[in-house]
């Protein structure tokens, strides 16, 4: 089967497979000259023709040498094969015996060649046979447009192989291809979750450092101050703030490792994911960090990715304002408010940054809230503000609920 199944031109042991195929071409048709019946003692299906002298001997043997090449060249073959069979026929000499070499070089260019070249080639040779055998005897003629079947049996054999050859082709080549999309797609996903888990360990990590950083200063700063006169009570609440920060980013960190090590990259192994309700803890963590944060939400029933995207880019907005606002004072002002199928976020702040683009160490910060933005279908632009300061402007699609479709 897999001799039948796999391309004749791309089969291992070519030119070795062949020189066999042609010595065995050549053996068939020696046994079949040697059988010649010269008397009429023998059945006459074996006494067509003469037995063949020095010459016959040589263009029988020379017919079989073209099959070495018949997979390189199978239409060369063949027209070899005819040339040297024509005379060889001609001389009326034993005319059984090279039919061997002749059938093998037409199935080859049956089985390689396209069916109308097929027919066309078959009907060809069957006509040049027919004309060289009116010129040896009308008799023996006749009797090969009675046996011409065999020919034709020989090409649709190797039709048939061809189209058989092209289907299993095809089922597999459609495996393959399956089996592509599928390593395609299990490595997308892998990529997808790979950079999921990159933005969550940025916006997780970069949001509580900052804050510690910040709170531990503050707590060094009052220590550093005036040590005869130690604000215990501020020094308490600083550390007090740090724990805090440091429980809850040990919470988050807990279940995006969870998420991990179980594997599942699909939304089921990520547990409630963080939305609005949250924002009211990052205002405070802020707070305490030293900001003056004014939170408005003016949106209700809010999709839980649409929710979770803009937390995510409210916490790095937030820590980007902490960590470059260059303020003792900062006020920070977090607006979010829903219309025209959106959910728009802004986060402005009245730091003393320079105009122009934001700090390099917080590229990664810009980038990922873009890619968040972009993850539901919104965008995102961020800038200095016209007064000043720095601007986080989000607009996150809605889907429309069914009554507005309806409606539409």
């Known amino acids: 089967m897999a001799a039948i199944t796999r391309d004749p031109r791309s089969a291992p042991h070519v030119l070795r497979n062949d020189v066999l195929l042609a010595l065995t ?14 008397g009429g003692s023998r059945p006459d299906v ?31 073959v063949l027209v070899a094969v005819v040339a040297i069979a024509v005379p060889y026929h001609a001389l009326d000499y034993n005319h059984n015996a090279p039919t061997a070499a ?91 979750e790979r950079l999921r888990v990159a933005r969550d360990l940025h916006d997780l990590l970069a949001h509580t450092i900052t804050l510690v950083g910040v709170q531990t200063a503050v707590a060094a700063h009052v220590l550093a101050a005036d040590p005869d006169r130690l604000d215990r009570t501020a020094v308490a609440k600083a550390l007090d703030d740090i724990a805090e920060t440091c429980r809850t980013a040990r919470g988050e960190l807990r279940t995006t490792l969870e998420v991990l090590r ?27 960090a030293g900001a003056e944060v004014e939170l408005e939400v003016r949106a209700h029933e809010v999709p839980p990715a649409v929710g979770a995207a803009a937390y995510r880019i409210v916490q790095e907005a937030l820590t980007n304002a902490v960590r470059h606002g260059g303020r003792e004072d900062l006020t920070v002002r977090v607006l979010l408010y ?43 632009d961020a800038g200095p503000g016209h007064n000043g300061g720095f601007t986080v402007s989000a607009v996150l699609p809605l889907p429309l609920n069914r009554k507005a479709e309806e409606a539409g």
């Open 25 to 38: 071409a050549a053996l068939i048709a020696t046994l079949l000259a040697l059988f010649t019946d010269e």
């Open 338 to 380: 829903g219309g025209e199928g959106a959910l728009r976020v802004e986060v402005t702040d009245d730091g003393v940054g320079e105009a122009g683009d934001p700090p390099a160490d917080c590229g990664f910060g810009l980038v990922g809230m873009r890619e968040r933005a972009r993850s539901v279908g919104g965008t995102l």
């Open 262 to 288: 179980e594997g599942q990259g699909g939304a089921e192994g990520r547990g409630p994911l963080p939305g609005i309700a949250g924002l009211p803890d990052l205002a405070e963590t802020a707070r305490a």
């Open 102 to 192: 002749s059938y093998i070089a037409l199935y080859t260019v049956a089985v390689t060649g396209r069916p109308l070249r097929t027919i066309v080639t078959g009907a060809v040779v069957v006509g040049i046979a027919l004309s060289v055998m009116l010129t040896v005897s009308r008799h023996q003629a006749a009797e090969l447009l009675g046996t011409s079947g065999w020919i034709v049996a020989v090409l649709f054999c190797g039709i048939d192989v061809r189209v058989y050859r092209q289907y299993v082709s095809a089922i597999v080549e459609r495996a393959e291809r399956a089996e592509r999309t599928r390593e395609e797609e299990a490595r997308r996903r892998v990529a997808e």
């Open 46 to 76: 074996l006494d067509e023709g003469g037995p063949p002298d020095a010459l016959g001997w040589l263009l029988l043997l020379a017919a079989c040498v073209p099959i070495v090449w018949r997979r390189r060249r199978p239409m060369l």
